[in-house]
């Protein structure tokens, strides 16, 4: 982590609280390829922090995945995976994440009545080799995803990749109807980009955007991006476009509540960790909600980002490395 890229963070949201610092430093820390490659080498990081990540990463490996899936759908949720990975330009690991998913596949159960959905970046299946790669893959697990009745939605990444991941959404889409695609509400470019995505009638999942990005480019946090949020969701569910909000946020929530917009999403979606009690309010209230799960070993991303959203994670992330016990699997849902 450089101190420029956090000074960089830190005008373009234009506060210097020590929360909006906090949240800066995580999210260079996430950003920073070394730290990357350090956690990967080095078995004593992945062991100090495997605890607290475990707030959020729900297994290791498919075979602890099944069981935890199964509770959270005895508990009314819907659920959804990922495994769990970062950008990755080794075209050997790109084919074992793609034959991981193709497994996750395999072995769900055919015709079950809550289809478990799928999602993946698609720098995680080619696309940092060529567009084609990430949409040949993607294609190859959309086939065999659409016999299992599984939806499978892209995630939407860093606003230098959006162009691509876009137009391979466009490839896919026509020949595709277990596709979804991810749209950040805080890139300014989403409003314009949001009809020609709404066209093909697929499910759209809409999330503020979790990168970093400049002012030209992106809203901070605040309620200007709220404002955005709800009136993006309001013109996808005029599209008539099955609609998944991801957010984690009361507030949020209660401004689509306010517009009448709740009582017409296909869900709201929320990853595995962060929300649990408010995810439950709402299932409580009736409306159809998904745990999105990650599982796998290469989750340092995934929880720097959780940190980085909400920067008093780093507090309860320290708790549990000195009391492990506090991680309880699905207790608050
Ligand atoms: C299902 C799902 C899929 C996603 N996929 C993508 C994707 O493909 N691309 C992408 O860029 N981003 C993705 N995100 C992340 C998303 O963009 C946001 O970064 C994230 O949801 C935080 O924004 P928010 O609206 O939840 O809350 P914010 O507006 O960031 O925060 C508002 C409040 O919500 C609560 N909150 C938010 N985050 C946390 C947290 N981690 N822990 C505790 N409380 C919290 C706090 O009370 C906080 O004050 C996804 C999120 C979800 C839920």
């Known amino acids: 982590m450089t101190t420029a890229t956090v000074q960089d963070t830190v005008t373009s949201t234009g506060s210097r609280d ?7 430093a995580l999210r260079a820390m996430a950003a920073n390829p070394g730290l990357r490659a350090a956690f990967l080498r080095s078995s004593a990081l992945r062991d100090l922090f495997s605890v607290p990540a475990g707030r ?18 005895a508990k009314g949720y819907r659920t959804g995976v990922e495994y769990v990975g970062e950008e990755v330009t080794d075209p050997a ?15 769900a159960a055919p015709g079950t009545a809550e289809p478990v959905q799928l999602g993946f970046d698609l720098s995680n299946v080619g696309s940092l080799i060529s567009p084609d790669l990430a949409r040949e893959n993607t294609s190859r697990i959309l ?8 939806t499978v939605v892209i995630s939407m990444e860093r606003s230098g990749f959006v162009d691509d991941i876009l137009k391979v959404f466009h490839e896919l889409a026509p020949e595709h109807p277990n596709v979804g695609l991810t749209l950040q509400a805080h890139l300014h470019r989403t409003p314009e980009d949001l009809d020609a995505v709404a066209g093909h009638g697929r499910k759209v999942r809409l999330v503020k955007g979790v990168y970093r990005e400049s002012p030209h480019v992106a809203l901070p946090r605040g309620a200007e991006l709220n404002e955005r949020y709800a009136d993006l969701a309001a013109r996808l569910l005029d599209r008539g476009v099955p609609l998944a909000c991801g957010t984690h946020d009361a507030a949020t929530l209660s401004l689509l509540d306010e517009r009448g917009l709740i009582g017409r999403l296909a869900e709201i979606e929320m990853l595995h960790g962060v929300q649990p009690a408010l995810l439950r309010a709402c299932r409580t209230r009736g409306v159809p909600c998904r745990v999105a799960t990650v599982y796998g070993e290469n989750w340092w991303l995934h929880f720097l980002h959780r940190l980085a959203e909400h920067p008093p994670n780093v507090l309860t992330a320290l708790a549990d490395m000195a009391d492990p016990g506090r991680v309880r699997f699905g207790e608050e849902y």
């Open 56 to 73: 959020y990463v729900v297994a290791h490996d498919r075979d602890g995945l099944r069981d935890r899936l199964a509770l959270l759908s």
């Open 18 to 24: 020590e929360s909006t610092l906090a949240g800066a």
């Open 143 to 150: 086939r065999a995803a659409q016999a299992k009745n599984i």
């Open 93 to 107: 690991e790109v084919e074992a994440i793609v034959q991981e998913y193709l497994a996750l596949i395999a072995e």
